[in-house]
């Protein structure tokens, strides 16, 4: 690693005050924080299992880690065997692509892609690639539509448009053509949106998912969601893909189960609405008890499980502790940089105190050291996350880095 780079710090510092001075991101901000953050703390008071829940899930995740190799392995061995699909490791961004494209093969050019919230596919800049290739992409989620609509990048891990207000959302769903009155109601607008995506899951070619985790032992994967996207993006279109990193992966499909609800618990939205368990593509036996396989939900199921700097990272004395994060946000609410600034501290995808370790991890390394540069060490992140992940040692560890080179 180079030492102090005083253009990449420019940099950092540019779109944190960028951030600082967008009044429109203040407000939706300022809006949001209040009930982001209390929320967590509520789940957690009524249901407090879930917090030896998360405790025990950071003993099985430390020994998945270890045994990475032996997992994936595992993992698509049961996707063959037990769910039916194909499964793939992509160490790259390009494998995926080239994966993607091989399935995308043989079907009509130009095809209807509806896509649930993924933050892996947003590493890969997976819907601008399709796009690119022609596709027609449409994310499902209301808040990554958003993110699409305004070509930004997720400003929260699971809210990723919580610096858009009414206002502006309204103004961007309109570039939709749904033409939404400026003064309509939060309820006005998730109807329409609805009524405008209903139209494009029935259409749809392929539908495309993360994971919230995915069972080694069945190649199943687990979701979690209160929107009713996932489901449907997941079930209508007759080809479901999931692409998701490897660091989501469990032993068992009961543990891969405990982890789609500790995080939905630390993102303050327990109990969940929907929590959706995939093992392969949809199949009947009610006629002689002869499975067919394609019945009212997908034909095919193909299952990415994504490297992009995990497995080296595993290697560092440090940033290996980052792999344990869940992704439910709560660490971002918490930190009083983020507060003032949301994802503009951070890298394309992931900001906040675990931006920090997740650009290192998929971005680059130096850049994430001038990110830490701001940290101010308080420890509320490490306090509030279910994985106990010592962030701001993570941070720490990356500013030492800099010194090192810079004497
Ligand atoms: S230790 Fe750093 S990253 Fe963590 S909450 Fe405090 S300022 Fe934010």
Redesign the pocket.
């Given at each position: 690693m180079s030492g102090f780079n005083e253009s990449i710090y420019g940099r950092v510092v540019e779109e944190v005050y960028r951030g600082l001075e967008n009044a429109t991101l203040r407000e939706g901000l300022k809006r949001t924080i209040d009930n982001l953050v209390p929320a967590p703390y509520r789940v957690l008071g009524n249901w407090g299992y879930l917090v030896k829940l998360a405790e025990e899930l950071r003993r099985v995740k430390e020994d998945v880690l270890k045994n990475i190799d032996y997992y994936i392995d595992l993992t698509l061995k049961s996707v063959r065997e037990y769910a039916r699909g194909e499964g793939f490791y992509a160490k790259t961004r390009e494998d995926v692509y080239k994966i993607v494209d091989m399935i995308l093969e043989g079907h009509r050019r130009r095809m209807v892609i509806v896509k649930a919230k993924s933050m892996v596919t947003e590493e890969l800049r997976l819907r601008e690639y399709l796009i690119e290739k022609g596709h027609e992409v449409y994310e499902t989620d209301l808040g990554e539509l958003l993110i699409q609509l305004s070509q930004g990048k997720p400003m929260h891990a699971i809210a990723p448009a919580i610096h858009i207000p009414r206002e502006e959302a309204v103004k961007l769903i309109n570039k939709l053509g749904v033409n939404i009155p400026m003064d309509a109601t939060h309820d006005v607008i998730v109807r329409r949106v609805r009524e405008f995506l209903r139209e494009k899951f029935t259409k749809a070619d392929v539908g495309i998912s993360g994971a919230n985790a995915v069972a080694a032992d069945t190649g199943s994967i687990v979701l979690v969601e209160n929107e009713g996207n996932i489901r449907l993006s997941t079930s209508l279109p007759p080809v479901h893909i999931a692409i998701t990193g490897i660091e989501k992966i469990m032993p068992t499909l009961d543990y891969a189960i405990k982890q789609a609800l500790v995080q939905s618990a630390y993102a303050g939205l327990y109990p969940p609405t929907y929590l959706t368990v995939i093992s392969g593509p949809s199949s009947t036996a009610d006629i002689e008890y002869r499975r067919v396989y394609g019945a009212h939900g997908p034909h095919k199921f193909y299952l990415i499980l994504y490297d992009g700097g995990r497995r080296r990272a595993l290697e560092s004395p440090y940033l290996w502790e980052q792999l344990l994060c869940i992704k439910c946000g709560r660490?971002q609410g918490?930190?009083?940089?983020?507060m003032l600034t949301a994802n503009n501290w951070g890298g394309s995808v992931y900001g906040?105190?675990m931006g920090?370790a997740w650009v290192a991890i998929t971005e680059d390394e130096v850049k994430a050291a001038h990110l830490a540069l701001l940290?101010?060490?308080?420890?509320?992140?490490?306090d509030v996350c279910p994985m106990k992940i010592d962030?701001?040692k993570i941070?720490y560890m990356l500013k030492k880095s800099l010194w090192h080179k810079t004497g």
């Amino acid at each position: 690693m180079s030492g102090f780079n005083e253009s990449i710090y420019g940099r950092v510092v540019e779109e944190v005050y960028r951030g600082l001075e967008n009044a429109t991101l203040r407000e939706g901000l300022k809006r949001t924080i209040d009930n982001l953050v209390p929320a967590p703390y509520r789940v957690l008071g009524n249901w407090g299992y879930l917090v030896k829940l998360a405790e025990e899930l950071r003993r099985v995740k430390e020994d998945v880690l270890k045994n990475i190799d032996y997992y994936i392995d595992l993992t698509l061995k049961s996707v063959r065997e037990y769910a039916r699909g194909e499964g793939f490791y992509a160490k790259t961004r390009e494998d995926v692509y080239k994966i993607v494209d091989m399935i995308l093969e043989g079907h009509r050019r130009r095809m209807v892609i509806v896509k649930a919230k993924s933050m892996v596919t947003e590493e890969l800049r997976l819907r601008e690639y399709l796009i690119e290739k022609g596709h027609e992409v449409y994310e499902t989620d209301l808040g990554e539509l958003l993110i699409q609509l305004s070509q930004g990048k997720p400003m929260h891990a699971i809210a990723p448009a919580i610096h858009i207000p009414r206002e502006e959302a309204v103004k961007l769903i309109n570039k939709l053509g749904v033409n939404i009155p400026m003064d309509a109601t939060h309820d006005v607008i998730v109807r329409r949106v609805r009524e405008f995506l209903r139209e494009k899951f029935t259409k749809a070619d392929v539908g495309i998912s993360g994971a919230n985790a995915v069972a080694a032992d069945t190649g199943s994967i687990v979701l979690v969601e209160n929107e009713g996207n996932i489901r449907l993006s997941t079930s209508l279109p007759p080809v479901h893909i999931a692409i998701t990193g490897i660091e989501k992966i469990m032993p068992t499909l009961d543990y891969a189960i405990k982890q789609a609800l500790v995080q939905s618990a630390y993102a303050g939205l327990y109990p969940p609405t929907y929590l959706t368990v995939i093992s392969g593509p949809s199949s009947t036996a009610d006629i002689e008890y002869r499975r067919v396989y394609g019945a009212h939900g997908p034909h095919k199921f193909y299952l990415i499980l994504y490297d992009g700097g995990r497995r080296r990272a595993l290697e560092s004395p440090y940033l290996w502790e980052q792999l344990l994060c869940i992704k439910c946000g709560r660490c971002q609410g918490e930190c009083p940089v983020w507060m003032l600034t949301a994802n503009n501290w951070g890298g394309s995808v992931y900001g906040g105190p675990m931006g920090m370790a997740w650009v290192a991890i998929t971005e680059d390394e130096v850049k994430a050291a001038h990110l830490a540069l701001l940290c101010l060490q308080c420890g509320r992140c490490r306090d509030v996350c279910p994985m106990k992940i010592d962030m701001p040692k993570i941070a720490y560890m990356l500013k030492k880095s800099l010194w090192h080179k810079t004497g």
